[in-house]
Each structure stands twice: as structure tokens, then as C-alpha cells.
T-cell receptor, first 117, second 116 residues
Framework: GAVVSQHPSRVICKSGTSVKIECRSL??????MFWYRQFPKQSLMLMAT?????????EQGVEKDKFLINHASLTLSTLTVTSAHPEDSSFYIC?????????????FGPGTRLTVL | GENVEQHPSTLSVQEGDSAVIKCTYS??????FPWYKQELGKRPQLIID?????GEKKDQRIAVTLNKTAKHFSLHITETQPEDSAVYFC???????????????FGTGTQLKVEL
């Protein structure tokens, strides 16, 4: 199946700093990538849809100025958590949709565990 | 927007028994329904999916049924094994190249425990 990678796998940072998370599709092109956040023992909540070459579409309640998304190429999307605070600590997971796929299947990255002290 | 409800939140079965997890969705335009298995700290893994033009799909011990009229779909696992223990999520989206952008709306998850 298609492979999606994320980097870093885990990060610990101080409150007020910014953290960048990369999501890459390794063996396919993805015009659309999705960013999810998952708190402990909860479901995946969609934060935003990242579109190559255009602005991301954010879900209601997600601050676009706090969670900056850049989808610069067909294989890379980045999520930057700006001025992170302890309540931003979570598991961030990206997914990508195969450009050629019509089934709607998404391939998930391994996730990034963010801990803000 | 789409709303997906999932039941039960926890399910404990004896090894060899069957497990059934049920989901309902609200948006009649949804036409793609995947099921994911997630182990602690890992990525969700697609285990089976179904599109709205099919009522049932089976893959070895796993099957999914879809009732479009009632807007509900179910996951069936037969002959459960300890390695089936994990959290299972249902999801719904409008699949295809147009419409909805393939946004997945997830259910709340079911913690399945298969006991020896």
C-alpha cells in the first residue's frame, strides 16, 4: 500500500515555542492531505484539509493563525503549531489521498506525539 | 456537517466469539465507509471499507454491512483472536474525485478486548 511518513515522531517543547511537523507521501502524489488531532482515548478530529498550491481549509473551531499549514508540493505538507501551550499537547496525525485513487481511501502517517511543557 | 455515532464504546468478548460494532451517519450524501484498527500510539490501519453501491463486503474474518436507507453500517469480526484487541473506528466520507474532498468523519471508537 501507499506509504506516508511523518517527522518528527515525538517532540517535547517549552510553552511559547513553535513546532513544525512534516507529512510526506513517499511513493505517490497527494493533491490533498489532511491533518488530525487525537487526544488520549478519543477519536481523530479533523483539523484542516491541506491542498497543494492553495490555502488550507480549516474546520470550525480550529485557529488558522495558530496551526499554520503549508502544502508546497505534491508530496509534502507541513503543520506548524505556533506559540504552543500545554493544551496543544496531543497526537497529530496526517493522511494523504492518492491523486490517482477514486475510492477515497486515505493513507495515514505514523503520527507525531507533541508534549508542551 | 456529517455526524457519525459509534456503539459500543467498549466491547469484551471471549476468544473465538464474534464481535459486532455499529455506526450511524447523518449525511445521506456520504458514500464511502472505512473501518480502522488503531493500536495504542500507532496510526489507524484500514481493515475494510465499503461503498454505498454495495450492501455487504467480506474479507476473511471481517465483514461490513451497510444499510443506506437507515444510514447505518456495522463491522463484524468472527472467530476473534487476542491480536484483534485494539480500538476500532468507523468513518464516513463523500468519496471520489469530486464532492466533499474526501473528508473523513470518524466515530468515537470502540475498545475491543478479546479475552483468553
Amino acid at each position: 500500500g501507499a506509504v506516508v511518513s511523518q517527522h518528527p515522531s515525538r517532540v517535547i517543547c517549552k510553552s511559547g515555542t513553535s513546532v513544525k511537523i512534516e507529512c510526506r507521501s513517499l511513493d505517490f502524489q497527494a493533491t490533498t492531505m489532511f491533518w488530525y488531532r487525537q487526544f488520549p482515548k478519543q477519536s481523530l478530529m479533523l483539523m484542516a484539509t491541506s491542498n497543494e498550491g492553495s490555502k488550507a481549509t480549516y474546520e470550525q473551531g480550529v485557529e488558522k493563525d495558530k496551526f499554520l499549514i503549508n502544502h508546497a508540493s505534491l508530496t509534502l505538507s507541513t503543520l506548524t503549531v505556533t506559540s504552543a501551550h500545554p493544551e496543544d499537547s496531543s497526537f497529530y496525525i496526517c493522511s494523504a489521498r492518492d491523486l490517482a485513487g477514486v475510492r477515497g481511501e486515505q493513507f495515514f502517517g505514523p503520527g507525531t506525539r507533541l508534549t508542551v511543557l | 456537517g456529517e455526524n457519525v455515532e459509534q456503539h459500543p464504546s467498549t466491547l469484551s468478548v471471549q476468544e473465538g466469539d464474534s464481535a459486532v460494532i455499529k455506526c450511524t451517519y447523518s449525511d445521506s450524501a456520504s458514500n464511502y465507509f472505512p473501518w480502522y484498527k488503531q493500536e495504542l500510539g500507532k496510526r489507524p490501519q484500514l481493515i475494510i471499507d465499503i461503498r454505498s453501491n454495495v450492501g455487504e463486503k467480506k474479507d476473511q474474518r471481517i465483514a461490513v454491512t451497510l444499510n443506506k436507507t437507515a444510514k447505518h453500517f456495522s463491522l463484524h469480526i468472527t472467530e476473534t483472536q487476542p491480536e484483534d484487541s485494539a480500538v476500532y473506528f468507523c468513518a464516513a466520507s463523500i468519496g471520489g474525485l469530486t464532492g466533499g474532498g474526501n473528508k473523513l468523519t470518524f466515530g468515537t471508537g470502540t475498545q475491543l478486548k478479546v479475552e483468553l
